[in-house]
């Protein structure tokens, strides 16, 4: 396969939305598209505003091969995502999402994927293999039974039936904890990691997501070639902002490492290449 082929391109729509296309593929991440001022629910009668607009609408998306879905909140899987979806679309999620989307929603070809479990999706002569990754929405055992459970993903890229050409690990919504150290122990080559971050806080005071500390220590610790933050400033709950990552991740020597990549703008990644093109 020519270098060209080999490229990942992410669309980073906003929140943890990012349009993924390798190929003949094009595959979709945590679907988020509420508009500014509309509440995203979280669960017990809990909401938050969205402050910033997606990048694109719902109805503009290409074809998907398929969903991947960290896990059923309202501000990775909202009402826009559930009513203008195509129904048809393979999800690889949880096994606590399929079961509500399938069950519930009408999206019957949710699938769930315990922890180190795979799927592969194939297009022409594409196909990428997912595969759930161990991730905590909280720390507290009372308050990980009140929130859904969450998964990271690694999604592996290359021609049907060759080698793997590219690694993109998703962190999902989990916080840092040594479980995920597991993750560079079986892959430790990933070419992008793509950080959930925010430094989500609940009422009490709970944080749910990585703050910009914990996002560059994971970083640090998953060595990846490159690290794009996503879900850092879309929310009322978001209160690490973004420059709280790009400080710690300078301090460990990791500048050279970052993707930025704004809100509606393309980065563009070759297999083992120095830096992402952005645009």
């Not at 979709?28 to 910033?52: I, K, M, Q």
């Not at 990980?144 to 793997?164: H, K, Y």
Request: proline share 6%; aromatic share 6%; charged share 25%.
């Amino acid at each position: 396969m020519a270098a060209f082929d080999d490229a990942l391109d992410l669309h980073f729509i906003g929140t943890a939305t990012v349009l993924v296309r390798y190929g003949d593929l094009t595959l979709l991440t945590d679907p988020n598209f509420l508009h500014r001022g509309e509440a995203a629910h979280l669960g017990y009668g809990l909401v938050s505003r969205r402050v910033t607009e997606p990048a694109v609408d719902v109805a503009d998306l290409p074809r998907l091969d398929a969903v991947v879905l960290s896990h059923l909140h309202g501000d990775h899987w909202d009402r826009r995502a559930r009513g203008r979806l195509d129904r048809s679309v393979p999800i690889a999620t949880t096994p606590h999402a399929a079961r509500r989307l399938s069950t519930w929603q009408g999206f019957h070809r949710a699938g769930g994927l315990r922890t180190w479990e795979s799927g592969v999706f194939r297009r022409g002569g594409s196909q990428v293999r997912v595969t759930a990754l161990p991730g905590r929405h909280a720390l507290q055992p009372v308050l990980r039974r009140l929130l859904p459970p969450v998964m990271g993903a690694m999604l592996e890229f290359g021609p049907t039936g060759g080698p793997v050409r590219q690694r993109l690990y998703l962190s999902g919504d989990t916080l840092l904890y040594d479980g995920l150290d597991e993750i560079a122990r079986r892959f430790p080559t990933a070419d992008l990691a793509v950080l959930h971050l925010g430094g989500t806080r609940l009422p009490g005071g709970f944080v749910v997501t990585m703050d910009g500390a914990q996002g560059a220590e994971l970083a640090r610790r998953l060595d990846a070639r490159r690290v794009m933050p996503v879900h850092y400033d879309d929310y009322r709950v978001f209160r690490s902002p973004l420059s709280d990552f790009l400080a710690e991740a300078r301090r460990l020597g990791l500048a050279e490492r970052l993707v930025h990549c704004p809100r509606g703008q393309h980065a563009r990644l070759l297999p083992h290449a120095g830096r992402a093109t952005v645009h």
